[in-house]
């Protein structure tokens, strides 16, 4: 009738709980993989194809921007920064864009020219975590230089 009574747990070792599920451990700053480009995807270097991924969104933004011909009044050289976020879909879409209050003035219309460069981003493989498609927000420096 004792041994009824008594809990299994002597008889059983108990169970270290000191290991912690390496599963449920999620670091949501970074990413496994980065979006890419299609010239970017073959690349399997981490670095690499971040690398080629900032290169290829700055020449493409870059060149649709220097399409438009802008006057200014002084001569500007300074850097605007870009948050440009991609849905898990691929899909590029403008943030916010951060720039001095002189290019502001000088160039009212620089707002939308970027918007409507980011939105003519093609759509890319977003980046993944765990496997899964994920949003990502990344800050872009674009340097404006005109001169009079």
């Known amino acids: 009738m004792m041994v009824f009574i008594t809990s299994c747990d002597l008889f059983c070792p108990p169970k270290s709980n000191n290991s912690t599920a390496l599963d449920t451990i999620v670091d949501f700053s970074s990413v496994d993989t980065f979006p890419s480009f299609k010239g970017c995807d073959a690349?399997?270097?981490k670095q690499e194809k971040m690398d080629c991924f900032?290169?290829?969104?700055?020449?493409?933004?870059?060149?649709e921007l220097q399409q438009h011909s802008l006057a200014v009044?002084?001569?500007i050289n300074e850097i605007?920064?870009?948050d440009v976020i991609i849905n898990s879909e691929g899909i590029f879409s403008l943030d916010t864009i951060q720039a001095s209050e002189n290019l502001k003035?000088?160039?009212?219309?620089?707002d939308s020219?970027?918007?409507?460069?980011?939105?003519?981003?093609?759509?890319?493989?977003?980046?993944?975590?765990?496997?899964i498609p994920v949003t990502t927000k990344y800050r872009l420096p674009i340097r404006i230089q005109l001169t009079e």
């Open 105 to 110: 003035k000088e160039l009212p219309e620089l």
């Open 43 to 45: 690349i399997i270097d």
């Open 54 to 63: 900032r290169t290829t969104i700055h020449k493409k933004i870059g060149a």
């Open 113 to 131: 020219l970027l918007k409507a460069s980011v939105e003519k981003l093609p759509k890319i493989y977003p980046a993944n975590k765990r496997g």
């Open 80 to 82: 605007v920064y870009v």
């Open 73 to 75: 009044k002084d001569s």
